[in-house]
């Protein structure tokens, strides 16, 4: 299992709490680090694949966690 430092835990686990917001939206709601703080650490999990940006057409892009994969979810398809 891939370990997290605490604020990308907290990026983590917002995301999967609210679905998807505005990197300033997500910047509001860890009040207790920095815009370069949250950015690194956004940039950090967007180049491993755990966070998603999706570029809108107005100035925010909006941050998700990416679809979960059918094989992580096996408990579902035990019959």
């Known amino acids: 299992m ?7 835990s907290a990026i983590h686990r ?6 998807s917001c505005s990197l300033a939206e ?3 709601r860890l009040p207790y680090y920095s815009w370069d703080q949250v950015f690194g650490a956004v940039d950090r999990l967007t180049r491993m694949g755990i966070v998603t940006i999706q570029q809108q057409d107005s100035s925010d ?4 966690l990416p679809p979960t994969h059918p094989f992580e979810k096996q408990d579902h398809l035990q019959a």
Request: proline share 0%; net charge negative; no cysteine.
């Open 61 to 64: 892009d909006i941050l998700s």
């Open 2 to 8: 891939l370990q997290l430092d605490s604020l990308e």
């Open 14 to 19: 917002e995301l999967g709490r609210i679905g």
């Open 26 to 28: 997500l910047n509001e």
